[in-house]
Each structure stands twice: as C-alpha cells, then as structure tokens.
C-alpha cells in the first residue's frame, strides 16, 4: 500500500512564501508522476503541477505559473512545492498525489490512484 503523507502547510501573509513537502512509502512505491492539486471550501478540487519522476519535466495550471515550483528527490521518494507570492486565493487545502502516467492528461484527479491527506495553506490579505 502506497502512503502519501504532506506537511509544510500553514498560515502566510500575502506576498510570502511556503514550501509543501510530501513523503511517499510503501512496499512498491513507484508513482511515475507526482501531483499536487487543491481544493477551497466550496470549490471543485483543482490541478497545481506535476512533476515526472523520471526525466523531471514538470507542468503549471495557468494560476501558478511563474510562482510556484515542484520537484523531487527521488532519493528520499519526496516532492516538493515551493510556493512564492502568495495571493488569498491559493488558501486551500493542498494534496499530494501519484499516478503511472504522464501526458497532458495529468491536469486529472482522476488519473490519480493514491492520495494523501492534504495541508492546510492559508494566505490572508
């Protein structure tokens, strides 16, 4: 059973910056790519980026382009989100998420097959 577990989360002023961590374990743990989404009270969950585990290209929803930047180290099965000029409207909760595939695809919760639990990010104004 593949585990997902996320930290890094917390309160920011606008402006500021934090950095999500999100660790994977598990027997045979071997996500290909790995995804962050979000989701607001009252809102659909939306895709953030993904990463691609093995050759590193990474992919931006439009709304964090230019602000945000995940990455992994493979060696400690973490990927990471460093998320800078935080604006209110990134406050939600933030999940980590794996799937075996990669392609345009992957802007898809769907396309997921584990998740974690999520972490808080609240930005204020």
Known sequence: QVQLVE????????GGSLRLSCSASG?????????????????????VAAVNRRRGDTDYADTVKGRFAIFVDNGQNTVYLDMTRLKPEDTAVYYCAS????????INSFKYDH???????????
């Open 27 to 47: 027997r045979t743990f071997s996500g290909y790519t790995m995804g962050w989404f979000r989701q607001a009270p009252g809102k659909e969950r939306e895709y």
């Open 99 to 106: 799937t075996s595939e990669w392609g345009p695809w992957i």
């Open 115 to 125: 998740w974690g639990r999520g972490t808080q990010v609240t930005v204020s104004s």
């Open 7 to 14: 930290s890094g989360g917390g309160l920011v002023q606008a």
